[in-house]
């Protein structure tokens, strides 16, 4: 498959100067706010440890006295190969029986023989590794004083800073994604201060070290493991480090490199692998070659204009936390957050730290996504039954909510090529197992291209495809880039429309269009006989993105003037599709029929994706489906036991956003960051939760709870622009400025005393928009480049229409 990456690129740059020119939303906000993760110690754990990316080479930096740790991480170093024969050559035989047992109420037999034929075989599917960790052991022997490690956001650097036998000394590191390197500075304010050993550890792949003249580290890996893969399969990987010392001396020793009383040094950590046929030593090497042609402070600068004009487009301010808890370090804040404190700045933080992993681990020329644990390894989730991999019944969509919405556009591109990959390998399965044409894929992925279904009661959600397809839908409804929708969104949604066309079948009792066998992630239900079944015909979720899927195709049809007889296919077929029903205790159906869970507790709710990230149930239009999908939160928290996960917590503000309850939403935002997130404020799903012995990192948590902050500020799902529609009541005074609207709008707010006081919006392209605060609405028109500022007054209980206010930027 070929990704036309350089275009995407070009466009994308295209879109930053028009925000930057949009109401002059990218720039920073005015307010004290620090965004600034700080700590009085190193770390000692991995989830205390701060994150550097560069959009692949990501490093988790622990700030030691005597010994500092970088730990590595590259988002290409997987183990596993491209695989045949993993769709179950009996699934589409035994298709046709399977449904008809099920339509026959004969759900015991029918999970039997789904159970038999339908799991995909996992042969090589692999997993992203952890690398070796760089490793700086020191001779300091005093006791530190006057110790700070921290991490600030707006400039994406991690520093370290202590006192010890009267020299103060400084360390800064980032992972530049100009230059392709990670960059480690150490200074001190005496001469000859600075003396260390530089090694990697063993690390879990196989591998060697060497050394390469006086100053360079060189380790040869390969990225093999026998879990998920053959134990001989996966990329080679070169890691190079390079000292470049001012004063004293460097020197190479049995796999290590010496530095003796340096004045100051800088250290350049390159990786390259074979993933994709690239060569790991040529790609490392010459990354090395290029960073070690300039200083630090031109690697630092050049770092920083590369960051920054993504990072500045947004600023939020939630109101002040008292002086006493500003002074206190991050720890110290979040644990204070847990125990029932007020922390405003510290949830702005949280806004911002999302932001700012979605930046450091994809960017427009990301070779691939952010995986379940973005470009960051802890080694724990690729040692288990997990894997480190792309799980598409919810984790990786909600890896990129806020790219659009927190206006990180561009960082949305490595997602579409693995879009696009899905949908190529996909039609092999299509055909293989459903008989169908067009392109479906499964529960899980690999860069390899597995399309084919996991295991029993979690594995076959035949829409998971689907849903991480609405991704490029998403892009678009906030762009109205038409050319991404001709050349890249349309195709791919042309095929899966194929694919459900032909692969759906008609239930015998309302004649209903339906899907199925499949699961709904990853629940069970209780069979009418008692017993427990996962999968079945038409479960919500499948309804809910079919529907979706053939609404986007109609309307991009229109739009670009195209494949009439497919629309008018779509639209007959959309009209068969089964209605979202409210079950026996006023909840929203998870499946055709009324079942029971079986697992009332469990964490999974994907048939409330009708409410978010899709807009098919809403308080205003469907005002009973929305209270039945409450009605399905309270019972799902209400039951004993019930399943904590990050991203389970982070869906539950975004659902209550969507139904304009913000005292609910920020409930459950402060419970995210008090009781999900861990002292270096990433998210971690539970012990315990999904057969984990330990909380394992899983970016999700952060970068949907940035979306779920985005949501509470600014909705535009329903074809208008909703100002402030889930406030808090502790967020009395605030502003945001540049989160997006879909239609290509820019949005800031500020609000007084828990009222709007003004509102300003840039539009990247020309067109006319309702803009509600409350109920109250009012109508503006807009040319590519203008803005508009409306007040309170400007708000009427019919729409009015605004335009001769707009001014030209």
């Known amino acids: 498959m070929s990704i036309d990456r350089r275009s995407f690129i070009q466009s994308s740059l295209a879109l930053v100067a028009l925000q930057h020119t949009s109401a002059g939303l990218s720039e920073k906000g005015s307010t004290a706010i620090v965004e600034e993760l700080w700590y009085k110690q190193p770390a000692k754990r991995w989830l205390e440890a701060l994150p550097v990316g560069n959009g692949r080479l990501g490093g988790m930096v622990f700030g030691g006295i005597q010994n500092e740790r970088i730990a590595l991480s590259d988002s290409t170093a997987w183990s596993g190969a491209p695989a045949k024969g993993e769709v179950n050559p009996e699934a589409l035989p035994h298709l046709r029986e399977i449904r008809e047992l099920f339509f026959a109420g004969k759900y015991d037999e029918a999970q039997t ?38 991490l600030s956001l707006d400039d994406a650097i991690a520093a370290v800073r202590f006192q010890c036998g009267g020299v103060q000394f400084v360390r800064e590191i980032f992972a530049t994604h100009a230059d392709g390197v990670i960059a480690v500075q150490l200074t001190a304010n005496q001469r000859s201060a600075i003396s260390f050993r530089m090694t990697f550890s063993k690390g879990e792949i196989p591998n060697t070290t060497s050394t390469e003249g006086q100053d360079t580290l060189v380790l040869n890996g390969s990225c093999f493991e026998h879990k998920h893969s053959s134990g001989h399969d996966g990329v ?26 340096a004045d100051a040094v800088t250290i350049l950590l390159a990786t390259g692998t074979s993933f994709r046929g690239d060569n790991s030593e040529k790609t490392s090497r010459e990354a090395l070659r290029r960073a070690s042609a300039k200083s630090f402070p031109q690697l630092r600068q050049a770092h920083l204009e590369d960051y920054q004009p993504l990072y500045r487009r947004t600023s939020l301010d939630l109101g002040s936390s008292s002086e006493s808890t500003r002074l206190q370090p991050t720890d110290a804040r979040r644990r204070a957050l847990e125990d029932g404190g007020d922390d405003p700045e510290l949830v702005t933080l949280f806004f911002q730290y999302g932001r700012y992993l979605t930046i450091a681990g994809s960017r427009a020329d990301s070779v691939l996504p952010l995986a379940l644990q973005g470009i960051w390894n802890d ?234 990230p899709l807009h098919q149930i809403s308080p205003r239009t469907t005002p009973a489906l929305a209270s039945a999908s409450e009605v399905t939160i309270q019972r799902r928290m209400s039951a004993p036991h019930w399943e904590q996960s990050e ?161 030209q930027t």
Request: charged share 20%; net charge negative; proline share 5%.
């Open 379 to 612: 080694g724990l989730a690729s040692s288990m039954g997990w894997t480190d991999d792309f799980h598409l019944d919810i984790n990786t969509q909600q890896n990129y909510w806020p790219t659009e919405v927190c206006n990180l556009s561009e960082c949305h591109a490595p997602l579409f090529g693995l879009i696009e990959g899905l949908a190529s390998a996909g039609k092999a399965t299509a055909r293989e197992m459903y008989g169908s044409p067009g392109w479906v894929a499964h529960t899980v992925t690999n860069p390899w291209g597995y399309t084919a279904p996991g295991g029993i009661g979690w594995g076959i959600v035949v829409t998971a495809g689907l849903w991480i397809a609405t991704q490029m839908w998403q892009h678009y409804e906030f762009t109205r880039d038409t050319e991404f929708l001709r050349d890249r969104a349309y195709p791919v949604l042309r095929e899966a429309a194929e694919f459900f066309l032909a692969y759906m079948v008609e239930e015998p009792k309302h004649g209903w269009l339906v899907t199925g066998p499949s699961d709904s992630p990853e629940n069970w239900y209780i069979t009418p006989p008692g017993q427990h079944a996962s999968e079945s015909m038409g479960n919500t979720i499948d309804r809910v993105f079919v529907h979706a899927l053939f609404s986007m195709v109609v309307e991009a049809c229109a739009t670009l003037s195209t494949d009439a007889d497919l629309r008018s296919r779509v639209e007959a077929a959309r009209a068969k599709l089964p209605p979202l029903q409210i079950g026996r205790h006023g909840q929203l159906q998870e499946w055709m029929e009324d079942f029971e869970d079986a697992e009332p507790n469990h964490r999974h709710t994907s048939h409330l994706t009708s409410l978010y």
């Open 236 to 261: 080679a990987i070169q890691i190079r480090a390079q000292v470049i010392a001012r004063g004293g001396a460097a020197s190479a020793t049995a796999q290590g490199i010496t530095v003796s009383s």
């Open 113 to 150: 023989l789904c159970s038999k034929y339908l799991p995909g075989r996992m042969k090589n599917f692999g997993t992203n590794l952890p690398l070796p960790d760089l490793q700086l052991a020191f001779e300091h022997v005093d006791q530190p004083v006057e110790y700070r490690r921290s």
């Open 647 to 807: 991203w389970g917590r982070a869906n539950l503000v975004v659902y209550y956003a969507r139904l304009l309850k913000g005292e609910e939403a920020h409930r459950h935002l402060v419970s995210l960051i008090a009781k999900a997130a861990d002292d270096n404020l990433m998210t971690y799903s539970s012990a315990g939760v999904a057969g984990a012995d330990s909380n394992i990192f899983a970016i999700d948590g952060n970068t949907a709870g940035s979306a779920g902050i985005a949501e509470m500020l600014l909705q535009s799902q329903d074809g208008e622009i909703e100002l402030l529609p889930a406030l808090p009541t502790p967020w009395r005074n605030g502003a945001f400025r540049g989160l997006c609207a879909r239609g290509g709008y820019v949005v800031a707010v500020k609000w007084r005393d828990g009222k709007l006081s003004s509102a300003t919006i840039g539009a990247r392209r020309s067109g006319s928009v309702p803009v509600r605060y409350r109920d109250r609405i009012t109508q503006i028109h807009l040319q590519a480049g203008q803005q508009v500022r409306l007040r309170p007054e400007n708000f009427l209980d019919k729409a009015a229409a605004i335009s001769d206010s707009a001014t």
